[in-house]
């Protein structure tokens, strides 16, 4: 079936046609108002810089401080602009999107037009710096509605609608008591239906859900989801309100959330993206194989100790990287159902023993059922293509299946305990389980299987 | 430091002592006004059954509605209640969320539950149900604001508060046109705080983003979270408004879509969480181990091949692990990378040139820095500990060096073009792309291990 999508090229197409039109600026205007800034941001793009700072100059610093906030490269098209015009940009954007704009320029070009901001852009742009990246300080805005406790409905709503010329978070506003603390939180909906004879009181969720900005995002996300707001209040440890959530902040630190730990998993130390140079894609990729590349030889040199085993029958060599495999997959396996388990704060104890003997049921069941699959797969494929006699084949397969059943049912053991451990002694489980599972299950595996086959093949039957 | 977070605990014990307090009826409803529904529904599961019904009693349905939204297993209160009842609750949640709390029931309970419906609500439910989990229309909810476009800012205002009753995402307004077909959208803060003499047509943006019902999710989650809208319209082909997709809508599918992505880079054919039983967790993980398995048999005939080299040199066997493994990594870290990069939709073929191009440059200087660091280590452990002649061991150590180099740039290679290719052909690249590159991988490592071993150490300088 054919689905008629919006067709993004020929948005683009109207918006380069308007502003590089010959309407008045005025025209020009009120036809660019119908357009999302977003839209508008992605034709900036494809204009000329004579073109941009024509469009910038029609449409005024408050448009194109939204406009900016859509761009991919913004540091671009702000050092195109000079330090005093891109300042008043910047300084128009919600907090929160100036301090990103502002990691896109150079440390000079920063310095530069936080020099030239007003004294209030600038100190919401400090505090919110002032937090480590992985604070949920860092990620809040200083826009939104804060009142009186003690207004009536009319005076609320004509507050409000003062503060809305600047603030766009209107959805929830924000109550502070005679002493400048949080008091609580009202709906919009509720105070628009609200009769004017209505206490405003009445109105406020005085238990409304809030955070610390200091509490470390991976602490406090899975709350942040859970209570589903448009905006979530962030406090200081005098419960004065510094700043809010908005559910746009949640999409966009759950999608770095998620990033990062998937790219832990898969061994970077942190997400890249396309426009990464050669070297900082190395970084984020060498530590880890370095790590791995020493725990690899120690593994190695415990194969080595099979040097005898393997020098007798050779042949078992073969399924070496099988039962590595196998192991390694069942443990990566583990290792990401618990990481996204652990993720969970409401988790017992109790909770974590099931998950692991859970977790050491499915890969004895999964080890058991493989087990047989290659028992016979293995025996076969010997007596078949070696030219083995039965007995030496299915001896050879016989240590197979053991090695897979043992090292898989380990494995997810392995595979679930370390990362538990990790988030115990608060390290990351992510970064931290994904060699130390690797090599755990590769020693597992290799002594595992070399010391079955010593044991069966060379000691009891004899078959060198 | 000590940060002070917001007690849950306290909380928790507060709403458990206002709900089994000795209070009025009117006394608990207005206490309990002042909490997130959140917060209330986790109070629910420390209540008893009895308790329980008596809350809801006092609180009435539009509340319990809205709290069993936020209830961990909302099947199993639902059914508590029986289902007349049942029916008038989720009757009362936004369709999204009454499709959830249906999919948590089983399905006799749940045909049963649907007869109980109004019309309009069961129509909703059936119409956000008609679509594929895969599609945006799956995802949206009917509760939004519509409105003429000819209405005055007053007459818009009072419809506004009129559907608010019933509807709580208000910060859009969607505007009709006279053939009922979607026309634009209204920021509730223009309308707000528009002057009465305002026309209602200057505050609409008529070129405002929309998706279609039927797009696929993987094809507009980028989109819905670069226009960072509180809410964004979805419409069917003919342009009519079926429902729209909020911020939390985003945030569920942002979490769902990672999840997912994550799961399967790990090789699982889907998320899991705690309370899947054996044989749920056995189904997501057996299908990829058979696969592996079936693959990793391969990969141990083409060793097979090898024996009389390994039968010759006993002791290279040891490092085949390692070699083995460090293409493996490498492989999986340009798998997440391309994933990662090719959710972008405005990604150009040039790009993805330059992405293969600057993988195989990384997998390279990589494997170059590691194989320098191994044929230093290798060589000296095996002069040392296994007490052979340094040029033996600057012979084996050198060919472990060889194939790292070789196995890590081309692992790199394949670890790209595999998930582009199969993103090309319309099949999931983390699903997919997982096995074959594994095994890709592992024979292209053994191969160049052994071959090299072969050559240099058998053939060029008889070693045996």
């Known amino acids: 079936m054919h689905i008629k999508k919006r067709k993004k090229e020929t948005v683009l197409q109207e918006l380069i046609a308007i502003i590089t039109s010959n309407a008045s600026d005025q025209e020009i205007r009120e036809k660019l108002d119908d357009y999302h800034e977003n839209d508008i941001a992605e034709a900036l793009e494809n204009l000329g810089e004579v073109e941009r700072k024509r469009l910038y100059h029609i449409i005024g610093i408050e448009k194109v401080s939204e406009i900016f906030t859509f761009l991919d490269d913004v540091g671009m098209y702000l050092e195109e602009l000079g330090p005093q015009k891109a300042a008043g940009i910047i300084e128009n954007m919600d907090a929160d999107d100036a301090v990103d704009a502002l990691d896109e320029v150079d440390s000079v070009m920063r310095d530069q037009l936080i020099q030239y901001m007003t004294k209030e852009a600038k100190e919401d742009i400090e505090l919110i710096r002032s937090y480590d990246e992985n604070e949920i300080g860092s990620q809040m805005t200083t826009n939104y509605i804060e009142i009186g406790r003690d207004l009536s409905i009319r005076q609320a709503m004509k507050t409000l609608i003062e503060q809305a010329e600047e603030n766009d978070n209107i959805s929830t506003i924000y109550v502070k008591d005679d002493s400048d603390k949080f008091y609580g939180a009202i709906d919009l909906k509720d105070l628009i239906c609200a009769r004017d004879y209505v206490e405003l009181e009445s109105l406020i969720s005085t238990s409304y859900p809030y955070v610390r900005a200091h509490e470390k995002i991976d602490d406090c996300i899975e709350r942040l989801k859970d209570y589903a707001e448009d905006s979530i209040p962030v406090l200081d440890d005098a419960d004065t309100l510094l700043g809010v959530i908005t559910s746009q902040n949640i999409v966009e630190v759950v999608d770095d959330e998620m990033g990062e730990d998937y790219a832990k998993l898969a061994g970077l130390t942190a997400e890249e993206d396309l426009n990464e140079t050669l070297l900082e894609s190395m970084k984020k990729r060498l530590p880890w194989l370095v790590a791995l590349l020493a725990l690899g030889m120690f593994v190695s040199s415990v194969v080595g100790m099979f040097e005898s085993v393997v020098s007798q029958i050779a042949l078992i060599v073969s399924f070496q990287s099988l039962i590595l495999d196998m192991a390694g997959n069942v443990g990566t396996q583990s290792l990401a159902v618990t990481i996204r388990v652990l993720m969970d704060e409401r988790l017992t104890m109790k909770d974590k023993v099931e998950l692991v003997w859970k977790e050491i049921r499915v890969g004895f069941t999964n080890g058991f059922i493989l087990g047989i699959l290659s028992f016979l797969c293995v025996g076969v494929y010997i007596y078949l ?38 988030h115990k002694i608060k390290i990351d489980p992510a970064v931290a389980s994904g060699p130390l599972i690797t090599t755990v299950n590769d020693l597992v595996a290799v002594i595992t299987y070399y010391g079955v086959a010593w044991l069966l093949l060379i000691n009891v039957l004899q078959l060198t």
Request: hydrophobic residues 60%.
């Open 385 to 422: 293509l070696k030219g083995k006699t039965p007995i030496y084949a299915f001896s050879i397969s016989g240590c197979v299946a053991v090695a897979l059943i043992v090292a898989m049912t380990i494995s997810s053991f392995v595979g679930t305990i370390i990362p538990m451990f990790f």
